[in-house]
């Protein structure tokens, strides 16, 4: 399950790609959905600090809906649909070998919330926002996330029996996200529990790595050497999750032997 080969994981990955356009609807929620937070950078002071302000809230809000719809629901949905449909068996009676199956299916959801992130910079600049103040830590934040949520499709999609089941089971995950992310306004007490989830850790490394804000409750901003230190605790918790989830879905994907 360990061997690659690049022109036959391309070659998936294009035809996966394919099925993706060709569904209207999950093209929608995969492309225009995580695009749609940007417009709120159109309306208030997205430049405040503080809370973050309407710009942070809309590029984090754009990156999270990235790394779920595309990356996490799009690739759980797929796996699900072809593992009961047959799909995986008749590819895996081939040469494709296991890794390339499941990179081909990640692939695509991958590569448009990537697009996703980058193009919601100068985006974000047309739109009166300064560019990323360590684009470095943004890139990696970016990277890391992705990595999770793909993970964490492939653990779901393991006790997942059909693909009308996946809205349910992917909840948690979901909850998990979207939690940590709005967590921002909770009280101390609270925050020390949730500042531990993926969402919080990802939502405080967007404002600390791109707009210099702390990420405790003070209003000051950080310089760039200031980042690199705001920025290590929810990046070790980032990575800790990223961690678990590529363990549990290692754990939980016990492939029947090939024909």
Known sequence: ??????????????????????????????????????????????????????????IVTALMMAALFPVFYNLLSQLVTRRDELVLKRLRTGEATDAEIITSLALPGFV??????????????????????????????????????AAFALWTAAWTKNAEA????????????????????????????????????????????????????VERTLDFADTWAAAGQPLLVLVAWALLAVYLARRSMRWEPRS
């Open 166 to 217: 996946a809205q349910i089971t992917s909840m948690p995950v979901i909850l998990l996200a979207v939690l940590g992310q709005v967590a921002i306004g909770f009280p101390d007490e609270v925050r020390r529990f949730t500042d531990l989830t993926p969402g919080a850790a990802m939502t405080d490394l967007v404002r600390v790595t791109w707009f210099g804000f702390d990420t405790g409750d």
């Open 1 to 58: 399950m360990t061997t690659l080969s690049l022109p036959r994981t391309v070659g998936l990955a294009r035809a996966n790609a394919t099925l993706v356009v060709r569904n209207r609807l999950t093209l929608v929620y995969a492309v225009v959905l995580p695009l749609l937070p940007l417009l709120l950078l159109l309306v208030g002071d997205s430049g405040s600090e503080g809370s973050g302000g309407a710009g942070a809230a809309a």
């Open 112 to 149: 448009i919330a990537l697009g996703t992130a980058i193009v919601a910079v100068p985006v974000a600049m047309v739109l009166g926002q300064d560019a990323p103040l360590n684009p470095l830590l943004y890139a990696v934040t970016v990277v890391v996330t992705l990595l999770l949520f």
